[in-house]
Every structure is written in C-alpha cells, then in structure tokens.
C-alpha cells in the first residue's frame, strides 16, 4: 500500500473526512468510524509508515506524547473505569489498516472486549465526542 492509497494518508491530506480531536506536527487523533466502545479514538503518525519497525523515533515519540494528552480528555469527559491503549503490526496481529496507529479505547467494567467491529458509530456521536475532547485537551 502506498501513501497514495493509504485510507489514513488520505485522512491526513483531507481528502476523505474524520471526526477530528487534535493534531500536530507529527501527530492526528480522530474518532474510530467503527468504535469498540464510545470514545474509541485513533493517534497516527503524519507521515506514512506500515507498522512500529518503518515509524521513525521522532513521530512514535509524538504518539506517545499525543495519546497521554487525549487519555487525560477521555479521563474527564467520559470518566471510563479504565483505558485499553493498543497497537497492532501486521496481520497476523489483526492489523486491518496499514498506516501505524494507536488506538484508545475506554473501558467499562464487565463490557465484553473486542478488538474490531463493523458496527459503524452514529456519527453524531462521534462528532459530539470529539468536538467535547477537543474542548478538555490541555
Ligand atoms: P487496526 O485493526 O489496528 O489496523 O485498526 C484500524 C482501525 O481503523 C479500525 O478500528 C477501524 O474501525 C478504523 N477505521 C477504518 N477506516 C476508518 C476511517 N475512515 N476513519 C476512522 N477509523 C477508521
Ligand atoms: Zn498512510
């Protein structure tokens, strides 16, 4: 897959759309389009790497950085009892896009767990979620 076809190389250029949480130089946060739970949200790089091994330091360093301040959004606006942060390489892994990401997904005592669904979100809830996590980042 090339930066050309990558759906999140897409995402990134603007030319398909997302519910949009933050960016930054390195970095861009957007709701799940098919959430695991409510508040399922993406960090990705910018720049196009398939898994952590073609990521360079700079931008996982980045993530990493982005991912704690949307945890603290996702802390006090949805108030979860926990907050599962994964990352898959590869498809033997599950990986289903691509371009490296990490997904935060809020937890829920006793919510049965899975990776992936194909039960898309509503996407007004997607949109009010992540207009009210854009508003708590600090
Ligand atoms: P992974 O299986 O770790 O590669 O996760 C890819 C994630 O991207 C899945 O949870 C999908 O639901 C999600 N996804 C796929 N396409 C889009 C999209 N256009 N916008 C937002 N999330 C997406
Ligand atoms: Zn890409």
């Known amino acids: 897959m090339t930066a050309d076809t990558c759906i999140f190389c ?3 250029a603007g030319d398909l759309p997302c519910h949009r949480v933050f960016e930054d130089q390195h970095t861009l946060v957007f709701m799940d389009i098919f959430p695991v739970a409510d508040g399922h949200a993406l960090v990705i790089t910018k720049q196009h790497a ?3 091994c073609e990521a ?3 931008a996982l360093t980045a993530v990493a950085a982005t991912a704690r301040r949307v945890a603290h959004a996702i802390r006090t606006v949805l108030a979860p009892d926990g907050l599962m942060v994964f990352q898959l390489n590869g498809a033997a892994a599950m990986q289903t896009v691509l371009h490296y990401h990490m997904h935060l997904l ?3 005592e006793g919510e049965p767990l899975a990776l992936h669904t194909r039960v898309p979100g509503d996407p007004a809830r997607l949109a009010e979620v992540a207009a009210q996590l854009a508003a708590a980042l600090r």
Do not use: W
């Open 10 to 12: 897409r995402i990134v």
């Open 50 to 52: 398939a898994t952590i």
């Open 56 to 58: 360079d330091e700079e």
């Open 106 to 108: 809020p937890r829920r």
